[in-house]
Structures are given as structure tokens and as C-alpha cells.
């Protein structure tokens, strides 16, 4: 008879095998959400340190803005990984659809919110300058908004399909697209006016509508479309029977909103220590939060492969699951971290060949070494909680962890003692390591549960 460990070991090869299969298209789909936002700071550093600052106070609440809304959304992946869990193919095409006109008026509202950017940077102690300047950025990338909600809940959809590779593929080619756009707006080139950190967001905004167009057309012709009911009409009540799908997606945008409003406030912090303090943070920031959206690609795939094991009532591969999706996510962000902490000067000149401000971003860089894991690693647990149907426990644990830790450490470090930028990481490093420990406690404490409950019955 074969040991615990010689049944253990192929099980899980086999999760680590499909969690990598299907994370992989989906860590290219998240991260390159972020590409664009790197490589348009990569470019503006280019031109001028003020350029990168007024695209870096407005990049910081829109991505709490666009992290919010496909929290909102995260719902559609749950409830179609349930139905295919449980067999229910033809109800995919509903939950897909119940999702578009959601998306639709999340993103208006979302645009309406991007109108107010500079009474609002006002208001949270920016310079008058910085406020006009990130004000017009912030109301030209709303414009995108519609498109990237659209966008995120067909992907979503697909993913909950495991059928991630469409929306990496259509992510490549706009990625490509903007790249050429922002030569046109922010340099002035082939006739264009050169508009700086406007062109950029131009740019974004035109990507973004394109990109929804061109995976809604994907699902629309998709293998297997009268499987899935893809082509179905919008059911009648369809707001009242997408509650449950909303409830998912309600709770995760409260989590996401929690966690990135709080380190959007740290901007703000930075802001307050002046331009190049703005502009290296902004720089540190973008890099990291290009690597936090790999973390969430990977935590995306581990809350799918959750979710179909919980719509089985698998519970002993839904736990393997969570915890192949950490592991995997550590070692992923462990390599990415040895970059960090050893060649902080050359992540830096990526994006800007101004000597003072890689000078400034370098150090912050470094230590973001350690916050990346920490904060990869709570990402995917949170992730793995709601794919067992544990909806409200991580924007709990979010809510303590950032902003009665995160944000009062943060201030107290950087403004009170004068650490500066560097006690803003230092406060990200203790937030994201508190939250991960609680996640993973409760993630830990409903499996031993459930695991219970089995060996009852």
C-alpha cells in the first residue's frame, strides 16, 4: 500500500501543474493592466520630473478606482466557476451577461468620479500646481473607464471557463498599441501636439475602449458558444438574478477598495514631501504595483480552482488548492524581489534617465523587495477565501490590517519622524505581513472546520 506522502506527492503535482497553466495567461492579463501605467511613466521620464509627478497623483486614485470596480466585478468568476463546478454550463451565458450592463454603469459612475480629480487633490494637501495638473490626467483616463470594467468581466468569465489565453492574447496587442499612441501624444510625433502626461492618458483611455470591443467579439465567436448560451438575450429581472453574483463582487470591491484606497493614500503622503519625493514614490509605486497585479493574476487562478473544487464539495483539494497558489506565488515574487534588492538602480532606470530621481526611487525599490511577497501572498489568500464562499472576512481583516496599521504607521514614520518615503514601505512591509497572517489563520481555521464536519458525517 502506498504512504500518505507517495498519495500526496502526484496530487500535488497535478495542482501545481493546472494553478500554472492557468495563472500563467492570467498573471500577463493582470500585469499587463499595469504595463500600460508603467510604460507610460517609463516614457514620460523622458520629459520632465513634473510630468511624471502629475501622472503619478493621478494614477494613484484611479487605480484605487479601477482595483474597486473589478473587485465589483470579481463575482462573475466565482459564479461561473460554481456552475461549472456543479455542471451547469448553459447558466455561464447568463452570469456573462447579467455582468456586461453592471460593468456598463460601474464604469460611468467611475468616469463621473474621475471629473473630480483636482477639488479633490486639493482637498488631500496638494500643491496647486500638482492638483490642476493631476486633475486634467485623472479626467482623461476616466474615459477608459467603461471600457476596462467591460474588458475585466468577459475575462473574468472566460477565466471562471479556465480559457484565460483570449484575454492575455487581446492584452498583448493593445499593450503594443499604446506603446505606439504614446509616441504620437506625449512626444508630438507625425503631427501630433506634444501633451505630456495628457498623451499618456489619451492613450490609456482609446486602449482601454479597444480592448473591451475586441474580447466581447471573442466571446460572441467562441468555440463552444451555444454550450455556454453566449449568444442569449439579457434575461428578464436579470438585476434581480445577479444578487448572489453581485454579493460576491460587492464584498471583494470592498476589499480591494479598502486596500488600495489605503495605499493610495500614501501618494498623498509622499506628496506632501514635495515633487521628486512624489515622483520617486510614483516610480517605486508603479513597479510595484506591476508585480501586485502578477500576484493577482496568480491569486485569480487559485480562487477559480478553489471555487470549482467548493462547488464540488471537494474539500480536501479546495484547501490544496489555497495553499499550491501561495506557495506558487512566493516563489514567483521571491525571484522578482532578489531584482528588487540587488539592482534597485536599474529597475529605477526603466523609467526615467534623470540621475536625481534614480537616486531617490533606488532605496525605495530595495525594500519594496520584502513588501511584494507579503503583499502577493495575502492577495492570493484572500482570493482563495472567496472562492470557498468567505465573502466578508477578507475586507475585514483588509480594514485592520491597512488602515488601522498601514495608514497611522505610515504617517507617524514618514511625516512625524521624518523617515520620509522610506517609512512609507516600512509601514506597506508591517500591513501586508499582519494581514497575510490573519488571512491565512482564517483560511486555515474554516478548512479544519469543514474538515470536521466530513469526518462526522
Known sequence: MPDDSQRLMPRLRGHIVET??????VVITRAGIMVMAAVDTAMLGRTHVDQVAFYGISVAPFIVIIVAGIGLMFGTVVATSHAVGRGMDAECGNIWWRSL???LLLGMAGFGVCLLGEPFFLLAGQTPEIAEGGGRVIAILGIGMPGTLLYCTTAFFLEGLRRPTPAMVVMIVVNLLNVLLNWFFIFG??????????GAAWSTAIVRLVMAAMLIAYVWWMPGREKYAVRGLLERHWWRKGKQQRRY????????????????ALSFFAGMLGTLSLAAYTIQNIAVAFVFMSALGMASATGVRVGIAHGRGDWSNRTMAAWTG??????????IGVVFAFLPAS????????PTL???????????AIAIMTD?????MANALRGAAEAWSPPVIHAAAFYLLMLPLAWYLAIHLGKGTHGLIYAIIAGSAVSVVLLIARFWLISRRQAAIGLAT
Open 189 to 198: 510625433n507625425a503631427g501630433f501636439p506634444a501633451m505630456g502626461a495628457e
Open 249 to 264: 463582487g460587492f464584498a471583494t470591491g470592498t476589499s480591494y477598495t479598502i486596500e488600495e484606497s489605503a495605499f493610495s
Open 358 to 368: 534614480i537616486a531617490a526611487a533606488a532605496p525605495l525599490i530595495a525594500l519594496s
Open 347 to 354: 529597475v529605477a532606470r526603466i523609467f526615467t534617465s534623470d
Open 326 to 335: 501561495l506557495g506558487l506565488v512566493i516563489v514567483m515574487l521571491g525571484g
Open 101 to 103: 450592463p453592471y460593468a
Open 376 to 380: 502577493g501572498g495575502q492577495v492570493v
Open 20 to 25: 500554472v497553466k492557468l495563472a500563467a495567461p
